[in-house]
């Protein structure tokens, strides 16, 4: 569950990223957070992650006011959220086993955790034939898997995604978006920043959009629109 109380982020320049944000995203929710360059969805998303700090009002994440929390918690407040990024950030020189099991080896799961869960959420992307592949001998849409893959393997309560089909042609983004969904429908929580209209249209999922920093619409089962 993720919850903003009049969110306010003003970066040290005077711009004012994000103006008095209150919204809820309830747990087991898919949210697209839609809106044109600059309107302030990293901004929100670096906010949920804690890589910002909020300049006033409140960010309860699964129970907890995260607004205070200090810089020793953040490791376990990221514990609960796994992240994708449109440029995919793989770790060149290893193989996807390893990149998702250095994901595991950070938290320090044990080695034998660590060879049960990987094979299993390689396998939830369909990549278990490429586990010895580098990134460099995979397609864009096989590196998103991994970072999926990566990002699901410590059983996150929440997928945070920045843009994840910005690289990738429409055939593919559909792929990633069949596989976010199907993670979403085994329970996990979605939170989806995109520009991509047809994917927003055709999901009818909960849009959020964000103008100057402005939440302006909220909308359950919303399209992407026209004016953005
Ligand atoms: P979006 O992700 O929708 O493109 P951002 O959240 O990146 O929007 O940016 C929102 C506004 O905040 C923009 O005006 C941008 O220039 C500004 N901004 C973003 N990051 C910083 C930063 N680290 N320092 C100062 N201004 C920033």
Redesign the pocket.
Known sequence: MIEFKNVSKV???G?E??HNATFTIEKGEFAFLV????????????LILKE?EASSGNIVINGRDITFLKSKRVPFLRRSMGVVFQDFRLLPDKTVYENVAFAMYIVKATPKHIRRQVPMVLSLVGLSDKAKCYPHELSGGEQQRVAIARALVNNPSMIIADEPTGNLDPETAWDIMNLLNEINARGTTIVM?THARDIVDKMKKRVIQ?DK?IIVRDDRKGGYRSEI
Do not use: F, R
């Open positions: 970066y040290s320049t711009t990223a994000v809106g044109s360059s600059g309107s302030g969805k990293s901004t929100l998303i670096k910002e920043a964000i920093g």
